[in-house]
Every structure is written in C-alpha cells, then in structure tokens.
C-alpha cells in the first residue's frame, strides 16, 4: 500500500500444519460421567485438545470438569496464554462454595510452527507414536483446587508430519502407572484409522476391567502444502 510516499506492506504467516482429531468420551452408565473433553482451534492460530477429570463421581463431578472445559474453551479460543488461563481457572475451583478438583490435560500445539506443548495437572500420561517408535509423556502434579498455586507440569517437543498423539484420561488405565496391554496395543496393533483405534482402546480397557469413565483423544499431526 503506498500512501503519502510510504510503503506498508502487510504479510500473514502460513500455518504450517493442521490437527486430524478424533475426540470420544464413554460413561460408566451408573452416575453422570465425570469427564470432560473437547478439541478446537484459537484465534491465534492454535490448536487445543483437552481431557479434564473432575475427582469423585456423580453430579459434583461432572460440573466441576463441566466447568473446566467450557472455561478452558473460551479463554483459550480467545487467544489468551495457556499458563495464565490455567491459574486463573485453579482459583476460580478454590473459591467455589465447596470442596472439589480436577485433572487438566491440556495440549497446545502452534498450527504455525507445529511446536506443542502439554500442560498436565494430576493428568494420566500421555504418548506421541511416531513412525513405529513410541514415546510416553508424564509428569507427576496435583489436581486443580487442590494448592493454592496450580500445580502444573509443562512438557514441550516439536511434532513431525505423521505424528499421533494420543492422550487418555486414568480410566484407561485405573491404578496403573505401566499397562502393559495399552503399550502392545499401541505399538503392536495400531491402526491408521484413529476412529478404529479409539474404539479399540476403550474395548480393550473395558475388557482389562475398568469400571470407571473412559476418554480417548488421538490427534494426527498432517502438514499443509505451503504456496
């Protein structure tokens, strides 16, 4: 634009990758599920995937990770800082009329840049499969409500075309840190289609003998043609 002898050029950044994401939630059937899960993209170029858990069951429950989501959802989408969000929202648990928690696990990942980070607040671990390597995310932190302070963990790394990230609340796996079934099942029996293979774990976790709420959220990281 040249206006007045002076040269504006305006440019805008091409987003370099794009997520391919199936997101599902499966209740026990005996009491409101009290999980809560959602993916969607901010206004600044970002895209979310998030897993909260709120502690106990039945209806306390189900608001309070109910909460978190819908929270979560609008600051983030607003283009508002991960780490800011998660402290105001431990603050806002605390100061509820009564009592209660829940697990955050929260994925950010740069659709610019494809660099993504996980925010995990007494979350279950988290894998990347790349190619035929598995790699396992976790970090040992508190619940949300629980500290005055957020007791997050932060865990970075930079995606590759292909990658799939796969993250699981403790349903999966109820009371076990290794699952040795989870791991085969992931490396050995994968399947390309992330709707099979969600509906595969979830059986499989049935089967195991879970009996608690079951989420599952793979992400397929797929690069975009740049002009």
């Known amino acids: 634009e040249l206006k007045e002898n002076v040269l504006t050029l305006r440019m805008a950044s091409a987003r370099l990758c794009r997520a391919d994401c199936t997101v599902r939630v499966e209740n026990t059937g005996e009491e409101e599920c009290g999980d809560s899960v959602a993916s969607f993209e901010s206004s600044e ?31 983030l989408g607003t283009g508002n800082r991960a780490e ?30 494809g660099h993504a980070e996980f925010i995990k607040c007494g979350a ?19 619940p949300l409500g629980i500290l005055r302070g957020s007791d997050a963990g932060r865990l970075s790394f ?19 840190e290794e699952c040795i ?10 399947d390309n289609d992330l709707d099979r293979m969600t509906d595969k774990i979830i059986q499989r976790a049935r089967e195991a003998g879970s ?5 599952v959220i793979l992400a ?7 002009l």
């Open 211 to 215: 009996r608690d709420d079951i989420s």
């Open 181 to 190: 079934w989870l791991l085969d099942l992931l490396s050995t029996e994968w």
């Open 84 to 113: 800011s969000v998660i402290k105001m929202l431990n603050s806002f648990i605390r100061s509820g009329p009564s009592e209660c928690s829940t697990t955050v696990d929260l994925l950010e990942l740069d659709l610019l840049t």
């Open 124 to 142: 279950s671990p988290s894998y990347v499969r790349r190619k035929n390597n598995l790699f396992k995310l976790a970090v040992q932190t508190l």
């Open 45 to 75: 170029d970002k895209f979310y995937a998030l897993i909260s858990d709120g502690m106990g069951r039945g209806r306390e429950a189900a608001f309070t990770s109910g909460v978190c989501s819908i929270f979560l959802q609008k600051m």
């Open 220 to 226: 397929r990281i797929e690069p975009l043609t740049r």
């Open 158 to 176: 930079d995606t590759e075309p292909g990658d799939v990230i796969i993250m699981l609340s403790d349903g999966v796996t109820p009371g076990s």
